[in-house]
């Protein structure tokens, strides 16, 4: 199962909250699990020690400019077996100087775009992986596939962790299904049924949705009605605009899946 990071946003401003919660949704091993307008709201969240990280603007106007920094010395004195790691969004450069002392993992000066927040992100990966270092992968999948070669249809071979599948779909001929890998590479052309991935390995967060649609509910983000067909559904991923159409017999398992 894929390891996702859970953070808190604080910050006043909801246009700048909005967008620094859309830049990490294209990440889907970030989980913004709660949204904070200030400081006092914050806190609690913090204190119960159920987050791993928090995204504070240092200047927050409603309680004053020293706001998230007096926030941020709270946070690195609790009594907590792993204190969140803390990163600053601020508008000037200067604040994010005075807030060197509490060690946080990076500033995002604003205005933020994503190329900023990725490279912070990949900072608190490393980190991450240095604190908790994972076992080897023992379950990856060897996947064969079709692909072009100076105009030459050729098989290569493939090996993949579940946790970096999106979706996986039958292809129009029936007899052959795609990959789709979360950060964009196709599989193509691959000699194994949609009925057999379940049955053939481990996919404990895999689900079928529709005959021809096995997909993977660690970067689901929803599902919401298809414009184009009554009473039809459609799925919708984090971080990609691609949506899978979901079998009227499947819909009610969906639903319970992302109730959980």
Excluded at 30 to 36: L, Q, R, S, T
Excluded at 115 to 138: C, Y
Excluded at 236 to 249: D, H, I, P, Q, Y
Aim: hydrophobic residues 40%; glycine residues 6%.
């Amino acid at each position: 199962m894929l390891k996702k990071m859970r953070v808190i946003l604080v910050e006043d401003r909801f246009l700048a909250r909005d967008e620094l919660k859309y830049l990490l949704s294209l990440h889907p091993d970030v989980d913004v699990v709660g949204e904070c307008e200030d400081t006092a709201s914050a806190w609690p969240l913090i204190e119960a020690g159920a987050i791993d990280g928090v995204f504070l603007d240092i200047d927050i106007e409603t309680e004053g400019q020293r706001a998230g920094l007096d926030l941020a010395y709270r946070i690195d004195r609790l009594a907590l077996p792993r204190v969140p790691w803390l990163v600053f969004t601020t508008g000037f450069e200067e604040y994010a100087l005075a807030a060197h002392q509490v060690r946080p993992f990076g500033y995002l000066v604003k205005p933020l775009n994503d190329a900023k927040v990725a490279q912070v992100l990949d900072k608190i990966r490393k980190a991450e992986q240095q604190h908790n270092p994972q076992k080897p992968a023992s379950n990856r999948i060897e996947i064969k596939h079709k692909t072009l070669n100076r105009g030459e249809t050729v098989w290569c071979t493939k090996y993949i962790s579940p946790d970096e599948i999106l979706f996986i779909q039958t292809n129009n001929n029936g007899n052959t299904v795609k990959v789709q890998l979360v950060q964009g590479e196709v599989l193509d052309g691959i000699n194994l049924p949609l009925k057999r991935w379940k049955s053939d390995y481990d996919l404990p967060d895999f689900m079928q949705i529709h005959r021809s649609h096995l997909i993977n509910l660690n970067y689901v983000n929803g599902h919401k009605p298809d414009p184009f067909k009554i009473e039809g559904h459609n799925v919708t991923f984090r971080g990609s605009n691609t949506e899978l159409a979901v079998g009227k017999n499947y819909l009610d398992d969906l639903r319970k899946a992302l109730g959980k």
